[in-house]
């Protein structure tokens, strides 16, 4: 069964930054794509950058500049490093791995900014 686990979400003033991580686990199989998604109350739940396996990424264009999606050569975890932080970041942040049994999704981290 394949399993992601979100961190590194919290509390951070405007202009600070986070670095998320979500481990995976199971079994996912080959040419994992993963991308990390935020929500918040309300609305649907958007996609924020995504990695290929062959470790392209594009990114929406609120964070281009801002936001970077990462891996580890294993593909057991993938990052989000969050610079500049702006409150409109304020959300839950999901990652999600793509596996040939379909798409898998983590539970969710809270990140916060302040003004």
């Known amino acids: 069964q394949v399993q992601l686990m979100e961190s590194g979400g919290g509390l951070v003033q405007a202009g600070g930054s986070l670095r998320l991580s979500c481990a995976v686990s199971?079994?996912?199989?080959?040419?994992?794509?993963a991308a990390w998604y935020r929500q918040t109350p309300g609305n649907q739940r958007d996609v924020v950058a995504r990695?290929?396996?062959?470790?392209?990424?594009n990114y929406t264009d609120s964070v281009k500049g801002r936001i970077t999606i990462s891996r580890d050569k294993r593909r057991s975890t993938v990052y989000l490093q969050m610079d500049s932080l702006k409150p409109e970041d304020t959300a839950v942040y999901y990652c999600?791995?793509?596996?040939?049994?379909?798409?898998?999704w983590g539970q969710g981290t809270q990140v916060t900014v302040s003004s």
């Open positions: 199971g079994r996912i199989g080959g040419a994992n794509d």
């Open positions: 999600s791995v793509q596996t040939p049994w379909g798409v898998f």
């Open positions: 990695i290929t396996i062959g470790g392209g990424t």
